[in-house]
């Protein structure tokens, strides 16, 4: 997973995150799945914001968000 920690400066950008704040982190996390019946692997790329600069933190609750999806 690839991790933006936000700057002071970019928190206090009032026109990128006017609506975000107190937002500290952008992450991008990549799915792989294996679909045992037609022996394709597909990747699915998607985004998350976050109050939480700790991105191991974020890793985990994203992962075990996951794990209940499937």
């Not at 998350?48 to 700790?54: A, M």
């Not at 933190?57 to 996951?66: I, N």
Request: proline fraction near 3%; aromatic fraction near 12%.
């Amino acid at each position: 997973m690839k991790s933006l920690v936000l700057t002071p400066e970019m928190q206090e950008d009032s026109y990128a995150f006017k609506d975000w704040s107190g937002l500290k982190s952008i992450h991008q996390p990549t799915r792989k799945r294996y679909d045992n019946r037609s022996g394709k692997e597909t990747r699915e790329v998607s985004y998350c914001i976050s109050f939480v600069q700790d991105s191991k933190l974020v890793f985990h609750a994203v992962h075990d968000h996951w794990k209940i999806e499937n």
